[in-house]
T-cell receptor
Framework: EAGVTQSPTHLIKTRGQQVTLRCSPISGHTSVYWYQQALGLGLQFLLWYDEGEERNRGNFPPRFSGRQFPNYSSELNVNALELEDSALYLC??????????????FGNGTRLTVT | TQLLEQSPQFLSIQEGENLTVYCNSSSVFSSLQWYRQEPGEGPVLLVTVVTGGEVKKLKRLTFQFGDARKDSSLHITAAQPGDTGLYLCAGAGEGGYQKVTFGIGTKLQVIP
């Protein structure tokens, strides 16, 4: 089966701009999770979508937002980019939310650099 | 906020050596997962441990969950260059993935 795919793989933006990152989950997976992996920090939970609805969000400002489409693919939008938004943005999908029943499958991420 | 501390943060060893990396917290987790992440790729799940005291083996990798479900260790026997990567532990509370806390990781380099 095809894995989680993310696009683009790399992106360079300037401070104040806006960016949209995309994620296609594994076929049959309805839950999509977004994480930020900044240098020196662990994976920080951003957003969780399931069945088209935002189910939970992490401790990030409102300029981080997203959505999930009827085909379960997802977008992450970041407005008013700041230098500290530079990070690897990882998308993961799962069949169900229970961590023991359905492991997370990660994409290879989008590397965002803000200058 | 649940925090997971991993140690050491960096480890460089020769092929064939054994090593142990640690994942510690003051919080209790319902389960704990270990992932390996290679450069340019996303993390890949290695194992999930659920029961306090549980030991799981995956070829040369041995994972242990602490009795109190607050800590875990990963032991690699006879390390190979293919073991090189970032090892992440992640602790899950109740309520699904949004409650998962990731450690910063241990960056392992195995030198041939």
């Amino acid at each position: 089966e095809a894995g989680v795919t993310q696009s683009p793989t790399h992106l360079i933006k300037t401070r104040g701009q806006q960016v949209t990152l995309r994620c296609s989950p594994i076929s049959g997976h309805t839950s999509v999770y977004w994480y930020q992996q900044a240098l020196g920090l662990g994976l920080q939970f951003l957003l969780w979508y399931d069945e088209g609805e935002e189910r939970n969000r992490g401790n990030f400002p409102p300029r981080f937002s997203g959505r999930q489409f009827p085909n379960y693919s997802s977008e992450l939008n970041v407005n008013a980019l700041e230098l500290e938004d530079s990070a690897l943005y990882l998308c993961a999908s799962s069949r169900r939310q229970n961590i023991n029943d359905s492991p997370l499958h990660f994409g290879n991420g989008t590397r965002l650099t803000v200058t | 906020t649940q925090l997971l501390e991993q140690s050491p943060q960096f480890l460089s060893i020769q092929e064939g050596e054994n090593l142990t990396v640690y994942c510690n917290s003051s919080s209790v987790f319902s389960s704990l997962q270990w992932y390996r992440q290679e450069p340019g790729e996303g993390p890949v799940l290695l194992v999930t441990v659920v029961t306090g005291g549980e030991v799981k083996k995956l070829k040369r990798l041995t994972f242990q969950f602490g009795d109190a479900r607050k800590d875990s260790s990963l032991h690699i026997t006879a390390a190979q260059p293919g073991d090189t990567g970032l090892y992440l532990c992640a602790g899950a509370g109740e309520g699904g993935y949004q409650k998962v806390t990731f450690g910063i990781g241990t960056k392992l380099q195995v030198i041939p």
